[in-house]
């Protein structure tokens, strides 16, 4: 008998509670030595772990150059940008890839460049798309009519730039309203400001006005106080979920809510400090740099680029620990997760060192995740491998 994706991952959840220790006690993360943020190695693979079993991975398509934005046509097939060439590029499940435009309005700089795609809602009956990039001037949010002959018509502009934390994602909420992910632009005081759109969760309407409900009024933000999300996804119930890159200690997976502040700077990772919303799981960068999230269920899957692996966070509510349950490690824990917050166990990593840097995560209609690698971006110290970049389609493996 076929178990469904969503009842395998709540019986790996209860697996999980009676393998791991007790969550951990929340700590603030800048009590910690800080890593190097120019060191790209990552740590080894936690030899806990046992995820590799829990998914299978096939790859799309080869040899692209730094995928970044990843949006899904009506029948199944994929539009993707990349980031340094400008392409929009058409990719179909059996991986014949071709080009759909180019976007001569981006401008490559280190981490910007043609970033987030979103494709319109409406898609069959206007072929429109929504882009993210990066001019010399700003970052911008523009809408593009795939008709081979029109240009792109910017909806929101002036987004701080700079040659790291950009954000760029863009995705439909629930709701049918458009949001996006912008960094600080390493102007670390721009993510308090309720002035600047840096280091923010925005939420617009089809041509890019502060929709009814938003918590500041006459305002697109969302939300604030981040760093560089670059992640965004909901489950089932309509909650929404963030993955942030932190600086040098924590990066993060997020709850997203309205009017949320988020912490940074003032906080990396888990800090316990009452006027700021925590990551519901916070890792080391050496193990992560949390880039995407796509959520399959109960499970969201967090994609890392310095710790070139996959998390499987089993979502839901942690029952009580046992009473004999072993204590949080003296030393300081690579993995930290809240199940006062929403993580039923702790996190499993899986495909560790085998595809090289993971940044995009989609949940794909056939319920997979394609995920792109981000090894053309010259941070890998190991270098692209032939059929780099990839786009990856993984499933979460079923029992007959």
């Known amino acids: 008998m076929r178990r469904t994706r969503t009842a395998l ?32 190695h990552h740590a080894p693979a936690d030899p806990s772990a046992g995820a590799d079993a829990l998914v299978s991975i096939t790859t799309v398509a ?18 993707v940008t990349e980031r340094g060439t400008g392409r929009i590029l058409h990719v179909t499940g059996t991986g014949q890839v071709t080009e759909m435009a180019h976007l001569n309005e981006s401008t490559s700089d280190n981490e910007g460049g043609l970033l987030g795609l979103a494709v ?43 040659g790291i934390h950009d954000g760029g994602r863009l995705a439909f909420g629930p709701d049918g309203y458009l949001y996006a992910t912008t960094g600080e632009a390493s102007h670390t005081e721009s993510a308090q400001s309720l002035k600047s759109l840096g280091g923010k969760i925005l939420r617009m309407t089809v041509d890019g006005k502060p929709p009814k409900g938003n918590p500041f009024p006459g305002s697109l933000i969302w939300s604030y106080g981040h760093r560089n999300p670059e992640g965004l996804a909901w489950d089932a119930n309509g909650t929404m979920y963030s993955s942030e890159i932190g600086e040098a200690v924590w990066d993060e997976l997020n709850i997203i809510r ?23 799981v916070a ?6 740099v949390a880039s995407g999230v796509a959520i399959l269920g109960t499970t969201a899957v967090v994609t890392c680029l310095r710790g070139q692996r996959v998390y499987l966070v089993p979502l839901g509510k942690s029952p009580a620990p046992a009473a004999s349950a072993p204590s949080e490690p003296a030393t300081p824990m690579s993995v930290r997760w809240r199940p006062d917050a929403g ?33 053309r971006d010259g941070r890998n110290p ?19």
Request: proline content about 10%; some cysteine.
């Open 343 to 375: 993580v039923a166990a702790k996190p499993m990593e899986a495909l560790t060192e085998k595809y090289g840097r993971l940044r995009t995560a989609a949940t794909a209609p056939d319920g997979s995740v394609w995920i792109t690698t981000s090894n």
């Open 382 to 400: 190991n270098g692209p491998t032939l059929d780099d970049d990839r786009i990856l389609r993984l499933t979460l493996r079923t029992e007959r």
């Open 258 to 280: 309205p009017g949320g502040n988020y912490g940074w700077p003032a906080v990396e990772g888990i800090g316990n400090k009452p006027q700021y919303i925590d990551p519901i």
């Open 283 to 288: 890792w080391h960068p050496e193990v992560g």
């Open 9 to 40: 991952l709540a019986g790996v959840s209860v697996c999980l509670l009676a393998a791991c220790s007790a969550a951990p006690a929340s700590a603030e993360g800048r009590q910690l030595p800080h890593a190097d943020p120019t060191d790209f």
């Open 120 to 162: 319109s809602p409406s898609y069959k009956t206007d072929k429109t798309v929504f882009l993210y990039y990066t001019t010399r001037d700003d970052n911008r949010i523009a809408r593009l009519h795939l008709d081979g002959r029109s240009r792109p018509q910017p909806i929101v502009t002036g987004i701080p730039k700079s």
């Open 62 to 79: 080869r040899h692209l150059n730094i995928p970044w934005g990843l949006g899904f046509l009506p029948d199944g097939s994929a539009l």
